[in-house]
């Protein structure tokens, strides 16, 4: 797949990411919703955005809306813990365990989001995520070019906006994937985009 991203001076520095959170902060939404944000919080975003694009099955869903079949406007490669297979590159299971740890859920599915170019986008929704899980927390890892990360009061209201790329970290947690909803826009001039979204399921019985 023929996808550039826009190089910086440090572009071809090996990946990695900062486990101390050095820069971690948190936004509360409302009183039971939070989001936690820390720009370029992976290093070598570029670099590892070329392994991801090289090593993932990519592909394109498609969703029923009105009785009417649509190609969605992205392309897609999750995974799961229970597939056995190994996250590649090795970096994003590191990353995985580190996210575990530092909000004490067991991260064990990830979903790649590529969205080529500023035609590529995501209505507003919610994750859909068992109800077993009260208070959810989703991970997003964010490579390539920036794009606008939109959050809004489920129904609608005023949104909040991040602009996301570039080895960027952003976690939703409280009740944030229940109260609320997101969406990546359409863009008029946008490059291509990695998400990555760590998500967790009920707590393993003992």
Same mark, same amino acid.
């Given at each position: 797949?023929? &996808?550039?991203?826009?190089?910086? &001076?440090?572009?071809?520095?090996e990946?990695? /990411?900062?486990? +101390?959170?050095?820069r971690l902060?948190?936004t509360?939404l409302?009183? =039971? ?15 590892l /955005? ?6 993932? $099955?990519?592909?394109?869903? =498609? ?5 009417? !079949? ?7 490669a ?5 597939s056995?297979?190994?996250? @590649?590159?090795p970096l994003?299971?590191a990353?995985r365990?580190?996210? =575990?740890?530092r ?7 990830v979903? /790649?989001?590529?969205?080529r170019?500023?035609?590529? =986008? !995501?209505?507003?929704?919610? @994750?859909?995520?068992?109800?077993l899980?009260?208070?959810? !927390? !989703? ?8 794009? +606008? /990360?939109?959050?809004r009061?489920? %129904?609608?209201?005023?949104?909040r906006s991040?602009?996301?790329g %570039? ?22 001039? *946008?490059?291509?985009?990695? +998400?990555? *979204?760590?998500r967790?399921g $009920? $707590?393993?019985?003992?």
């Amino acid at each position: 797949m023929d &996808l550039a991203v826009q190089r910086s &001076l440090f572009g071809n520095v090996e990946p990695a /990411f900062d486990a +101390s959170y050095a820069r971690l902060e948190r936004t509360w939404l409302d009183g =039971s919703a939070w989001v936690d944000h820390q720009p370029e919080w992976v290093a070598g975003a570029e670099l590892l /955005f070329d392994r991801i694009i090289a090593a993932r $099955p990519w592909g394109q869903r =498609s969703r029923e809306v009105y009785e009417r !079949v649509h190609a969605e406007p992205r392309l897609t490669a999750p995974w799961t813990l229970r597939s056995g297979a190994l996250l @590649d590159p090795p970096l994003l299971e590191a990353i995985r365990h580190a996210l =575990s740890a530092r909000y004490g859920v067991r991260f064990d599915s990830v979903g /790649f989001n590529l969205y080529r170019d500023g035609r590529d =986008s !995501v209505a507003w929704h919610r @994750d859909q995520i068992s109800h077993l899980v009260a208070e959810p !927390v !989703v991970a997003l890892v964010s490579l390539g070019e920036r794009r +606008s /990360f939109l959050m809004r009061p489920r %129904g609608g209201g005023r949104s909040r906006s991040w602009r996301l790329g %570039g080895g960027d970290l952003l976690v939703t947690g409280g009740a944030a994937q229940r109260t609320w909803e997101h969406a990546v826009p359409k863009a008029a001039q *946008a490059g291509p985009r990695i +998400s990555l *979204a760590y998500r967790h399921g $009920p $707590p393993q019985e003992p």
